[in-house]
């Protein structure tokens, strides 16, 4: 049980810190937190399973005291193994890694439960959801990244939401769409199924709290039809 366990279909919004200011990340986060954030989004890159470079465990170790909203951390990293014990320590709610970065995904699913966080896969916009079929008794919800992983800023790939009504058909497991998500994108993938929202550059764009509630609104409309 946990924090995603437990939506029970409710739509829910956290801001993605990659698009924060590091020089002022705890200010950020609370800066979302004011506009109705439920969960902090937290992007850990390691140049080699993407062609960028974030934060670890050091950073979530620093966060996740200063907030009282549960950390979830998203490893974009080969062989997050070697990283999960850290995370596990610092405190994070729920993990999710790339199943092509793991090469035992139910070993590595059952190791993030067991250090007591959710346990979450991440989908990449070409991985099929028939391929974690079998993973699916170890897991808390599903990821689907909406664009390339590695950046913000990048547009929501629109058959992503044929993906998430797909996935819906396999589970009933939460969907957290996370990329190219705003105002706009937000209701279509909630009508498709998703509850999870992650925001990075939508959020950080203006005013984070504003942004922020206007998301997390359009994605509740999208989920009710009144949008
Ligand atoms: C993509 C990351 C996302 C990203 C989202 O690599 O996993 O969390 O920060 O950023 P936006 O919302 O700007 O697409
Ligand atoms: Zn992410």
Avoid: C
Avoid at 114 to 133: K, M, Q, R
């Amino acid at each position: 049980m946990g924090f995603f366990s437990e939506l029970g279909g409710r739509v829910v919004g956290g801001p993605s810190i990659l698009a924060a200011d590091f020089a002022h990340l705890a200010d950020d986060v609370y800066k979302a937190e004011a506009g109705g954030a439920a969960f902090i989004h937290f992007d850990a890159m390691d140049n080699h399973y993407v062609p960028n470079l974030s934060v670890g465990p050091v950073v979530a170790a620093s966060l996740v005291p200063e907030t009282n909203l549960p950390v979830d951390a998203h490893l974009m990293v080969d062989n997050p193994d070697n990283l999960i014990p850290m995370f596990l320590d610092a405190g994070v709610a729920s993990i999710s890694v790339h199943p092509e970065a793991v090469t035992h995904l139910h070993r590595t699913l059952g190791v993030i439960r067991a250090g007591g966080a959710e346990a979450g896969v991440a989908l990449n916009p070409t991985t099929p959801p028939e391929s974690i079929e079998w993973a699916l008794p170890q897991l808390d919800y599903i990821l689907i990244l909406s664009v390339n992983p590695g950046f913000g800023g990048q547009s929501f790939i629109p058959e992503m939401i044929q993906k998430i009504e797909r996935l819906k058909e396999m589970t009933d497991l939460p969907i957290q769409v996370d990329g190219g998500i705003n105002a706009e994108t937000a209701p279509l993938a909630t009508r498709a199924g998703a509850t999870i929202l992650v925001a990075g550059s939508a959020v950080y764009k203006g005013e984070p709290a504003v942004e922020m509630r206007k998301i997390i609104e359009a994605g509740q409309e999208g989920a009710t039809g009144t949008r």
